[in-house]
């Protein structure tokens, strides 16, 4: 079977024909949905083959593969099985074969047909010829060629090359069409260097038979060229500079000069030293004295001196000449005045190839080194192994290797190398790991108090540990919740476990639970903490005198006085006003000493003065230690003893023209437009609305001191009041012991006009004249104001003298 254009192209068309047969089956559903497959290595692509396509495979760093197949496996593929188009890869022949039912045989994709199969048999070997004559320093022409008998067991494409060492070889490739023995004609290309005295071998053959050696062994002898010269020793130069790695070009050379006795073809060789040798041919055409040159091939591998000898093909033995030739060590300098820094250097993280430095070098002479430095807070650079091949300037990269362990400028000196000149420095910033800790949640304590409206001080303080990893600046802090905020800042020094308080600032709006997150300027993810607080007053001693239910400590649970403080949704932890609670104790009628133990003993914080008590000059005397340097509350009203009223007042405050008197002519008693806690209280804003006296028999006080501001006049007279409060002290007065009295059941409207429900929630009330009062809400934000003061002034262990 001939091997043309026509079976190329037929076999392309079948290669073609074949893949659509493949690929349908890869999809069972290939007659009405086609396919594609991808591996996900290109993206933004649709998933739908292109149209026409059965199957698209999409990838940019996978191929499909085909079954692989020696020839032998190949060919044992039974008869029956080899279906028209069936592919495989051969790898004996490196290429696709496909099998052609039509002409019988497998068929290569190669674009040429398979390598053939061929060898020289024992036999033939003997057939083996030369032709010409060879001749040392004449180039072979058309009548040097060689005549090889071969057989062929596959047809396909050949190559046959015969090799020889001495300058000159025989190659020939074409196409055998069939199998079958055939006679090849090899023509030869070349000079023959060497020549040889007669009786000689010659040279040997090397034959390859597409590229596998033949066993058949071959020589060709070369006549020696009738020449007759000498070397002249003493005039033996050296050309060129010889450098380590560098390969020898036409500047490196012998000059040599030679006297000629008979002309003819000339060849000199050297010795091989250190990698490189030297070699030069010619024809002498005159006798005499000459000069001739041997050019230098290979590449110094080492520095030193080397010895070179020399070899002629002249029939006249020559003296012994040697030349010498010096390899310059490895020379270069290094400049770090430049250096290019690359990457992020970073306390803790490993470096990468992306971290390095590069340098200029100025090669002087060529060769072998490894650029490095000293190793400075756990990294170092190196060049690794460096071959420099020319001379002049270049770039160095240095790669750094390592961990960093310390932030901060570092310097790095290169070390001293084979061939290095002064070696240089350069500096690279290594940064700090941003600062890292850990809160310690179940760590954290709180300190102070916490209640409604009292601003926060030094004393209120949350601490908690944290454990820090990197040290650094610190951040944490709280959201603000409920008007304040917890802080602290600084920098960790130190790794472990340390301790952190963060200071309140702020005053809470109001009371009740709040939660509070902490959060943190650390590098470490998610690191929070969770905090409640309870704002609360703390539990009130609340001490009454007087009788009856003008007064909390005798009034009972269903009447206002009592009944008001006690509720817990007025005064309690869930309350309109958050507390831990309220006590109560009943101070009666005591005087003097007695009223003393009851403030002292009991701890008071506020003091209710109702009904029918009437403070003796050492009660007064006690009274105002206890409002003056204790900082409690006095909550003093009083209708029935004008001049203890008046002593009690000027206690406080003295004014020599405090003047208390009764009047029986009012009922109701307008409250002022005034912006204070006890009139815009939590439970109602009464500023603008009535208070009612009980049976018309209150006390108006006039002539105080400015230290007091009057919140209720006497209806029609605004130098008398009926409700003054301190300005800066815990003390009011009401002028009517029974402005607290009332029940949840009274309707009067010219007695107890202090409404509340029957769960004790202050209520306004409709009084005398149908004017609505509102004494119980007043009272509540008067209770509201009382422990504000308290929580925030009263020294609880202080006793009175």
Same mark, same amino acid.
């Given at each position: ?104 045989? @497998? ?47 596959? #047809? ?37 260097? *060497? ?46 500079? =010889? ?36 070699? !030069? ?14 050019? !230098? ?21 020559? %003296? ?32 990468? #190839? ?52 310390? +932030? &901060? ?9 084979? &061939? ?27 300190? &102070?108090? =916490?209640?409604?409206?009292? %601003? ?6 949350? $601490? ?6 990197? +040290? ?10 409920? !008007? ?97 609670? $309220?006590?109560?104790?009943?101070? &009666? ?30 009660? $007064? ?10 900082? !409690? ?23 020599? *023209? ?63 009041? @009926?409700?003054?409060?301190? *300005? ?10 029974? @402005? ?10 010219? $007695?107890? +006009? ?25 009272? #509540?934000?008067?209770?509201? @104001? ?16």
């Amino acid at each position: 079977m001939s091997y043309n254009t026509t079976t190329y192209k037929y076999m392309k068309y079948k290669f073609s024909l074949l893949l659509i047969l493949l690929f349908t089956a890869f999809s069972s559903l290939a007659q009405t949905h086609m396919t594609k497959i991808k591996d996900g290595t290109i993206s933004g692509t649709s998933a739908t083959p292109n149209p026409g396509v059965i199957l698209e495979l999409e990838s940019v760093n996978k191929g499909f593969l085909a079954p692989r197949l020696t020839t032998q496996q190949r060919d044992a593929i039974a008869i029956e099985n080899r279906t028209d188009g069936l592919l495989i890869y051969n790898s004996t022949t490196g290429c696709f074969n496909y099998w052609s039912t039509i002409q019988d045989t @497998w068929l290569s994709l190669c674009g040429t047909p398979p390598p053939a199969v061929f060898e020289i048999t024992n036999l033939q070997c003997s057939s083996v010829q030369s032709n010409g004559n060879f001749k040392q320093g004449e180039f072979l022409n058309s009548s040097n060629f060689l005549t090889i008998p071969v057989t062929v067991t596959q #047809a396909g494409t050949y190559e046959l090359t015969a090799t020889t060492d001495n300058g000159y070889y025989f190659t020939t490739k074409g196409t055998f069409p069939t199998a079958g023995a055939y006679t090849l004609f090899v023509p030869g290309i070349g000079t023959p260097n *060497n020549g040889y005295d007669s009786g000689a071998q010659g040279d040997r053959l090397t034959i390859l038979l597409n590229n596998r050696e033949s066993n058949c062994e071959k020589y060709i002898f070369v006549e020696r060229a009738n020449v007759n010269y000498s070397i002249v020793c003493p005039d033996t130069s050296i050309e060129g500079a =010889y450098m380590i790695g560098q390969t020898l070009t036409n500047t490196h050379k012998i000059v040599l000069k030679v006297n000629v006795i008979s002309v003819g073809y000339w060849s000199i060789t050297t010795n091989t030293s250190n990698g490189y040798s030297f070699r !030069g041919t010619g024809n002498f055409s005159q006798a005499g004295e000459q000069t001739v040159e041997l050019l !230098g091939t290979g590449t110094p591998i080492s520095s030193g001196t080397n010895s070179f000898t020399f070899t002629t093909n002249s029939d006249q033995m020559s %003296a012994a000449c040697t030349a010498e030739i010096i390899v310059q060590p490895i020379k270069y300098t290094v400049d770090c005045s430049q250096a290019t820094i690359a990457g992020v250097y970073k306390q803790d993280e490993a470096m990468t #190839a992306s971290n390095t430095v590069t340098i200029k070098v100025d090669v002087q002479a060529t060769g072998e080194t490894n650029i490095s430095t000293n190793p400075v807070a756990g990294i170092h650079f190196t060049s690794g192994p460096l071959s420099f091949d020319s001379i002049g300037e270049r770039n160095v990269v240095l790669t750094a290797v390592g961990t960093p362990t310390t +932030p &901060g400028d570092h310097t790095f000196t290169l070390n001293a190398a084979s &061939g290095m000149i002064s070696p240089c420095s350069f500096d690279v910033t290594v940064t700090a790991q941003p600062v890292a800790y850990n809160l310690i949640c179940s760590s954290i304590q709180l300190e &102070g108090s =916490y209640a409604p409206n009292i %601003a926060m001080t030094t004393e209120n303080k949350m $601490i908690l540990n944290v454990n820090v990893q990197y +040290p650094g600046a610190y951040s944490i802090s709280t959201n603000t919740v409920n !008007g304040v905020t917890f802080s602290a800042s600084g920098t960790f020094t130190i790794t472990g476990t340390q301790e952190v308080t963060l200071t309140a600032t702020g005053t809470p709006v109001t009371g009740g639970i709040h939660r509070y997150t902490i959060t943190t300027n650390s590098s470490v993810g998610a690191n929070t903490c969770n905090r409640n607080i309870e704002y609360l007053y703390r539990k009130m001693n609340i001490l009454g005198l007087g009788t009856g239910m003008y007064q909390l400590g005798t009034a009972s649970g269903s009447q206002a006085s009592k009944a008001i403080p006690q509720a817990l949704a007025n005064f309690g932890p869930n309350g309109t006003v958050k507390m831990e609670g $309220i006590t109560i104790f009943n101070g &009666g009628t005591g005087q003097g000493t007695t009223l003393k133990n009851n403030i002292n003993n009991n701890k008071i914080d506020v003091v209710v003065i109702g009904y029918n008590y009437q403070p003796d000059a050492a009660s $007064i005397a006690i009274l105002k230690d206890f409002v003056k340097n204790k900082k !409690g509350v006095l909550i003093h009203s009083q209708e029935n003893d004008a001049n203890s009223t008046r002593d009690l007042i000027n206690a406080i405050a003295f004014s020599p *023209n405090t003047v208390a008197s009764g009047t029986g002519q009012t009922y109701i008693n307008p409250i002022l437009n005034i912006d204070d806690p006890i009139l815009t209280g939590p439970f109602e804003d009464v500023r603008g609305k009535n208070t009612g006296s009980d049976v018309n028999n209150s006390y108006y006080i006039t002539g105080y001191s400015n230290e007091f501001q009057s919140f209720i006049h006497q209806e029609g007279n605004t130098d008398r009041s @009926w409700f003054l409060k301190h *300005n800066t002290l815990g003390y009011v007065y009401i002028g009517d012991s029974g @402005w607290t009295a009332g029940t949840a059941s009274n309707t009067s409207n010219t $007695i107890w +006009p202090a409404a509340i429900t029957s769960g004790g929630a202050p209520i306004s009330k409709s009084y005398y004249g149908g004017v609505t009062v509102f004494n119980s809400l007043l009272y #509540a934000n008067t209770l509201t @104001w009382a422990i504000k003061y308290v929580q925030e002034n009263t020294d609880v262990n202080y006793q009175i003298p």
